[in-house]
Structure formats: C-alpha cells, structure tokens
C-alpha cells in the first residue's frame, strides 16, 4: 500500500531569469527557492530516470537557466530548460519533496 501525499497548487510561483531560480510561495506561507541547475538536475522525465539508472553520464551546464515555464492543468509546472531539455513535469508534491518540505502521516517536519 502506498501513501499518496496531495499537495495544494501554491499561491505564487516566480522565475526570477537574472538570478536563474525560481521560487514558490505554497499555500501554507513557505517559501521555496530552487536554482535552475538543482531543478535540470531532478528532471523525472523517463529519459532522465533511465540514464541515472543505468548510470549514463550526463553533463549539464551549471549554467543552465529555464527559458519559459508552463502550467499544464493544474498538477504542476513544465520548465523548457536552456540545454533544450522540456521533458519532464514536475508535480507540486514533487517540487515540495524537492524543498524538502513534505513529510508522510506520523513523521515531524526536520
């Protein structure tokens, strides 16, 4: 049985391109800051997932920056990425694993 964690579109999501980052304003009133490296480099897309599993080695920028963002529905963001990379979607329970900021029932926040 899995636990399934449902997280709240957030109230505010920012591409700050000068400072390559993005940040997010949740529901709740955290704030997350993510570089563009940082989100390039978490890309679940299945191309991305099979190359770390069978560890390919992928060289990315440490410059890479997000050239536009989309929002397809309501589950989360797509970033089209500097390197050509626009694969992966990112879930906002994702991007809220990624801060750090989810926890599962029972756990306390760190």
């Not at 500097?82 to 694993?97: I, K, N, V």
Request: aromatic share 8%; hydrophobic share 40%.
């Amino acid at each position: 049985m899995s636990i399934q964690i449902v997280v709240e579109a957030p109230r505010e999501v920012r591409l700050r391109k000068a400072q390559k980052k993005l940040e997010i304003l949740w529901s709740d009133g955290e704030l997350s800051s993510f570089s563009c490296l940082a989100l390039r480099k978490s890309c679940a897309c299945a191309s991305c997932i099979r190359d770390r599993q069978v560890g390919t080695l992928t060289l990315i920028d440490a410059e890479v920056a997000i050239d536009r963002l989309e929002v397809p529905g309501v589950s989360g963001l797509q970033f089209h990425f500097s390197d050509g990379h626009y694969r992966g979607l990112y879930p906002w329970a994702y991007l809220r694993e990624l801060a750090g900021l989810t926890t599962c029932p029972g756990e306390q926040a760190a």
